[in-house]
Each structure stands twice: as C-alpha cells, then as structure tokens.
C-alpha cells in the first residue's frame, strides 16, 4: 500500500478538469473551501457536486455556518436521504476533461481525517490508459442510482451527467462496458456481489474494518462462504469489536492485530476497509466504504446503507503488498468491554430541509415533516417569508437578492410549532458556470481584493474570457422567469424625450469632482459584476493606500527613465499577444455555436464585458486609437452587421425567433447595462479627429439606428444609473460627465439616422438626385444612396458626364458603380423638405461634421 495524498493523486491525473463528483458520508465544508477549492482551481476549476449524507450535512452545517463562504455558490452539496435509520456512505472523487476521466474509490471521507489524517484506502482508475474505463462506466450507473434518492434531481442530473454526455469529451468515444465496482442500494446484497465477482470457492478471507455490527452477523457470515481461516485485523486500541462479540463467532474466525509499521504513523486511525478473498485461481479484493456490518454487506434496496467498492482481481505478491507497509499480529489485541458505537449519532428533528435551490427569485425547498403542517415560514437572519404555496413535501418562496442562511418555521394541524435546523442555499445560476467563467471570477475577485491587475494577469482573463465564449454554457430552468422577474420590453424614446434639456445630463446626485470610491479595485469589481448573479451579495475591497514622496521625487531620475523603456518595451509585447486573443474572441463570437449556446441574459453580459476588455485595453496603452477602432468594427461587424450591414449574429437570431419568444429573447438581452457599456466602448474614439475614425463614428450611429435597444435599454434613469456606476468606478474625473453626453448624442445619431433612413427610403433615388442642381461632386463629398446609406465620392465627377461613377458606401468595403444623374448629395437633401424634423436634420448635420465629412454650405 503507497501512502499518497488522494487530491495531489487525482489533480495529477487530470488537467484542465471541467467536472469533479465527490461522494461521501460526513463532510467538513472547511476542508472543501480551503483545501479541496483551492487545489481544483490550479487544474481548470471544474464544477463541483459533493453528494452527502443528509444528516451528516446538516449537522457539519450547523457548527460551522458562520465560517462557510462559497457553499451554494462556487460548488454545490447536495444530501441524500435514504430514509429511516439507513445511511448514505460511499467515498469516491471523480474528475474529468475534455481528453480524459479519472476515478478514485475509498474509505476517506471528505474531511481533514479522510483525505489525510487517517490511514484510508484508495482504488485509483483513469480512462483513456490504466484500464479504468469499465469502472468509470460503473460509476455513471451508481450516479443513476443515488439520484432516485435526491428530490427534484432533474437539474443536479443535468449538471452531474454533463460529464458523460458532453460531445467533446473524447473519452466517452470508447467507454467500455460497466465494471468493477459493486455498490448498494442493490437488490443484490454487497457480499454477493463480490463473491459473484470471484467466481470461484474462497479458501480464506481477510478482512480488514474499522466497525462491526453489534452481533457479529457480517463475519459470521462471510465466515460461512470460506472453506478455511477468515483473518480479522483489528487496530490496538481501535478494535471495533467488543468482547462479548467476539466470543459467539465461529471458531474459524481469527483475530489479529495490524498496526504501522513507522512509528511516528501508528496514532493515525486506520480506517480503511479491504476484503482480500483467496481463491485456488488468484486473489479478490474488494475495496472502498463497506464496513463488516449488516447494514453494508447483508442489505438489498429496501434497507442498509449506500456503500461503493471497488473490486479487482490480483496475484498473491500483489495482494500481499496491499497490507506491506502493516506489521500483522497472530495475537488478537485488547478488545473493549463494551461494543464501540460506530459514531454515526443521527440527528431526526421534526422537520429538516432537504434540498433549498434558488433561480432568480423563485426558491423551491423540499423537505421532511414529521407532522402535517398548516402553515411553513422561511426565515433568514433578518426576515421571514411566508410560503407561496407547500404540499407535505416541498414547498415555493418568492426572495428577491441574496439570502444566506435559512431555516423553516412549521405550525402543526394541532397548533404546534416546528423548527428546522439551519440549511443553505443553492444558487442555481451561480452554479451552473463553466469552468472558465468560474477561473475569470476568481482571478478578479483576486485581483479586486490585492487592489490590483498586471498586464499578464489581464491577457491571461482574455484567454479565459476566449475559452468561455467557445464553450456553451448551461441554462437549466434560467429561461424560465417567474412572474416578479418579467422583463419588459425596451421602449424607443419620443423625440420630445431625446431634445428636451435635461437628456443626457448626469444625475443631480451625481458629482464628477468627487473621486469616492474610484481606483483599480473599483475597476475590477465592474469587471466581476458581470460574472456575477443578481443573487450574489457584491463584497467590498480596501482599495491600497496610495502615497506620495514629494521630497524624494526628483532623485534617480535616470534609472526611472531606463526602467519606463524596459516596461514599454514588454508592455509593447505583452500589447501584441493581447491583441491577437482579441482577434481570436472575435473568431470565436462568429461561430454558431457562440449564440446557439447561450440565453439572452449571457449573451448581454458576455457583450458587455467585450466592451469592459476593449476600453481597458485601449485606456491602458495595449493596443493603439488605430487598432482600437479596427478590432472593434471587426467585432460589430460580427455581432450587429455582418456582411450586408445587418446580418450579424445576434439580428440573425432574433429573425430566427417569433412573436412571445422573440419579445422575451430581446426582453432579457437588452438593458441599462448593456446600453451603458455600449457607449463606454463608442466614447472610447467618439471624439476621435483621424480619418480613419469616420467609420467609426458612422458605425456607432448606424448600431444605434438599426438596432435602437442597444442604445435604449431601459428609462433615462434607469441607464443614467448605469452610467454613473461605470463613470465612477473605471473612468479618471475629467471623463465622467462625457460618458453621460457621449451616450445622449448617440442615442440621438441613432434615431436622427432612422429617421432620415426611413425618410429617404421612401423616396424614388433619381427624385432625390434632382434636388441638387449642381453639375459637379467633390471627391469626398457625401451622397445619399438608397439600400447603401451614407456613401462618399471616390473622385471628382461631372454630372453631366455618361460616364459611371464610384461610391464609397460607408462602413462598408464593396464600391458600386452608378450613373452620375442619380448622385443625391446630402447637403442638399438637409437643405430640402424631406419630412424630418429640423431637429433631425441639425442632429445629422452634426453627426457628419463629426465624422469628418465638410457640409458648411448647407449649414
């Protein structure tokens, strides 16, 4: 037997893990938060799901509550009640990636002593290589097993089995047929199993077990299936087995002593639990959870407890190193007076939570009462809540926010009140994040609380960030909204709305002088909102001191310089390599899985957050004004234009879409969050005065005007709101009132533009073309052209000639060809009646100027 530690053993097998099922019986939630999470993190943060038992949970929960921190929220426990006095008590650990799966069964449980304290034993199997591919296919068939016995389980299903149904886990491609293993619940009882395994007569049988049953009718059964000796080992001074036990066996039973061999190991606990069947062919051992007890070896499906084993077969060398680090006694040691209880104290109040799992607002709790109830209130430290609607069985709140811990409060038919033992809550849409979404929050959770984030820390959440827009991520029932969490439909604003005084000015509450609250800490907590729930409270970060040496500020100014040149130089490499992830997240947005994999609410966030990495990486001097304006017409390109200037991704699924299931897709995606991180991204180059940045303002107007929710997504305060968080929390002090105008006149370009659009279109060309009585164009000048838009001259031309002329369509890269009698030139299009407002016209006659483009005689 090697002495290794089972977390370093599997974390080893397995990198870049997406999935990770524990199994256990008692569970210390501290040994998970800061050992178990902390080590999963460094291969890939995978989804957590530890299932246990249910009294074991509760009670470990109710001494350390006020210690737990990321329970419900970061991982998931789900307990599992088997019903009357039966326990649930497999150990297992199962971890997997895209390329391969690895599967560990033993005695530890998921506690300091478990996994490291005491001597356990452990059956280690992975796929592909090493031959674990029929016990990881077991595995699944155990996972459907202890599932019958979780409420509700069809979302922890979902969850759990994403492993072994995922299609790009290339491991599932050649899964054997399921074997070695043997578990319960079964209607075939756990020792016939592992007979049935052997195939062949026992001669002997080794046991070794930390508990018996208190009438020794486990070894007196196995003593019945061997033809010889069965050889009991029994710790010094933790000999499971009393005296007056011990005396009614069977005579071919032998009790043995077995301690470690190093001295400074034999206070640990041997916990482990082994039975070594010899037969004439080779030697079987069973291996894993199964005390020598009736209710783990004797039991079928209507009684004892859940156990896993693990079973395999050995040559006699192999089986003898299982026990060689042990010094085995012929001499039994000194067994107890009295039968040793096996520590499994149950506690049954008289109405437990079983399972609180929460999706919005909408909290669904089961439970167990053990008297019909009239009336069932939740309550949390500060509040209480009266059920919805309950049967005997499960019961529905509406909590709107965070809620951390719960109990129920249940009055019975004869008037009694029932309380519950405190319980948690799981945060299904907290829960349901993919690994790389969990490795983004984190690293800025980190970075927020150190107050700080370095260039590689920034290049390595875009890596991350293009890894999650590749993956799909998980729904489970978040489409479904419960009747308080109803988005309403984004509403245009009137023309009055946009041209009365006070549009797009900040709030009166908010002053641009006042710098509280604004530093990195600020920033990176905007990032993390975004990866965040409503559901989740937002921690707040000391942001560091920031000093100031004026005394010493002029010295060793020679060695600052040299030390700026060096920065700029791998600041200008570390620029490089950021710029080409953008590009491959651009690669990433168009593929159809990007949209087709996520709902309405991911897809406005994963947008905002785009436009979070773009400023950042534009404000911070990785990429150029030039680059900038580049990447970022290549990435709305993508979501919002395509090809034709309205065939990107995300119009193409809305066309895809009709009646409620359109309005509720464009319900959930848009919003003041998403409108507020739109004009921080166009506020980036608005003002921009290089030629190349036309397009760009261009590009942000005709965003506005084709798609008026990204602009409009929620009331004037409601986006003011936004504006004033982001203005706060990312932007320097002379920036923040701009952020406010930047949006309103973008909102204005954007309707100014549809209207105009909606004006012209309605017109014939040529009827547009002779309201100009020009005979010649300027290269440059900007001409109106129906079905293209806004197109500038490619070169100077005369009306009158027969032949072609060339239009430069902006925003878009195909030149057309057409007869210079049907050139409308905008400026005196602005100058005609055409049915728009003046306000309309002015607006668009600013929005030209701005974009670089001369209509002075029209003014």
Known sequence: MKHVNVIEQMCKAVDKATTAIVLTHNIDFLFVESLLLPRLRGIGHPQLTIFADAACAAGSYRDQYGLIERLGIRYRVVPVDLGGARRFHPKAFFLCSETKAALAVGSGNTTHGGWSANQEIWSDFSHPGNGGGSEIAAFREYLEAILRYVPDSENIRKDTFAAFTYEKNLWLGDLPEPGGLAWTPNSTPMLTQITNFAASDVRSVDVLSPYFDPTGEALTTIAGIATGNVNVLLQPRRAGLSKDIAVKLPGTVKLRGIDDMAEDRRYKFIHAKAYVLHTDADNVIAAGSANCSMAALLADSHWGNAELMALSRAPRDVSDDLLSNFSISDVAPELPDTHPADDWGIETPDLRILAARKDGPHLEIHYKSVAPLTRLVLCSSDKEFGARDFDSEKASFTVEGVIGTIWLKGVSTGGAEILSSPSWVDDERSLRMAGPERQIREKLDDAAAR???????????????????????????????????????????????????????????????????????????????????????TRRYSSAPRHSDEENEDENKEEQVQDIRVNESEKAKLGAKILRVLKKIELALARPEFIAGRPASRLSADIAFI????????????????EFRLQTLQIWKVLFFGSDGFSGIVPRQLESLTGADKDAFLAELSGPKLSAAMALWCMMEWDSTALDARNFRFASASLAARYFWLAQGGTVDEINAELDRIATKILPLRERERLFRVWADWVKDGQALETLTNALASKDQKELA???????????????????????????????????????????????????TYIAPVREILAADIGVSENVKRHVFVLIHAAGFDLSEAA
């Open 451 to 537: 107050g700080s984030l370095t260039g590689v820390e920034f290049l390595q959440i875009l890596e991350l960030f293009d890894q999650h827009v590749q993956r799909p991520v998980a729904t489970g029932t978040a489409t479904k909204r419960s009747s308080t969490e109803e988005l309403a439909a984004p509403i245009r604003f009137t023309e009055d709305d946009i041209y009365s005084d006070g549009f797009g000015k900040p709030p009166s509450l908010f002053n641009a002088a006042v710098p509280a609250g604004f530093s990195e800490t600020d920033t990176l907590a905007l990032f993390l909102s975004f990866f965040q729930t409503k559901q989740e409270a």
């Open 611 to 626: 436009s979070l990495l773009m400023t950042k990486s534009r404000s911070d001097g990785y990429i150029s004004p030039e």
């Open 770 to 820: 002779d309201i100009c009585l020009r005979t010649t164009f300027e290269e440059d000048e900007l001409a109106w052209q129906n079905g293209k838009g806004f197109c500038s001259v490619a070169s100077t031309v005369d009306r009158r000639s027969r032949d072609r002329a060339e239009l430069i369509p902006v925003n878009q890269s195909v030149r057309l060809k057409v007869k210079t």
